[in-house]
Each structure stands twice: as C-alpha cells, then as structure tokens.
C-alpha cells in the first residue's frame, strides 16, 4: 500500500505504463513520486500585452455631420435655413453636400449652382 504523500496515479513509481508497453512520466507529479499540492485557484488569464493579437478589424470612422469646407458650411446654411423644404429634403441635400466635399475635396461652383436651384424649387 503507498503511503500517504505518494502520487495517486503512478504510486510512486514516477512513470505510468499503458497495455503496448510504453511508459512516460506521470502526468500528475512530473516524475517526482510524491502527491501534487494542491494550491487551489490557478489563474490562466493573459493579462500581458504580448499575449493579445491586434485585432483585424477595420477602425470605425466616424461619420461627419456638417460639411468641413467653408463653401459646404455656407451652403448647407442656407438649405437649412430654407423655408422651402422638407427636413427630410434638408437632411438629403447636407448629406450630399458632405459626398461632394468627400469625394471633391471641395464644394464646386456647378455643385452649390445645382443645389440652390433644388432648395429654391422644392414645394413648401
């Protein structure tokens, strides 16, 4: 019979068997014969910076909500101020104003033309 401070699973011996013929070190002493002590909570977490990947998810942008040129601000002004226009129309026309100046850079002559044309021309 093992004593007391002897490993359960190999019984001492340090190394377990298995029915082919092969043995290895016990899994539960590491080879020392002697009962693993048993500390109770093992914390496992990664709280390391090294241990976490970056992510591969694209940052979030944050969606402008006013034109950033001073032609754009003027202009998106002036269709708010607009006593011609629904809010949804409003709200439609600042939101291609802001496509412009995305893909233009800037509010063109031609671009601010049109745009007037539609506020002064939208029923009430």
Request: net charge positive.
């Amino acid at each position: 019979m093992p004593d007391e401070a002897s490993c359960g699973t190999c019984g001492g011996d340090r190394r377990i068997g298995n029915a082919f013929g092969l043995t290895a070190t016990c899994p539960s002493c590491h080879g020392t014969g002697r009962r693993s002590e048993s500390t109770g909570f093992h914390d496992v977490t990664k709280t390391k910076a090294s241990h976490h990947a970056p992510t591969n998810r694209a940052p979030v942008v944050v969606k402008t909500q006013w034109p950033v040129t001073s032609d754009g601000g003027r202009l998106a002004t002036e269709v708010k101020g607009s006593s011609r226009c629904t809010e949804a129309a409003k709200a439609k026309l600042i939101q291609d104003i802001i496509d412009h100046e995305g893909t233009h850079g800037v509010c063109t002559k031609t671009f601010m033309k049109k745009v007037r044309q539609q506020v002064s021309t939208r029923p009430a």
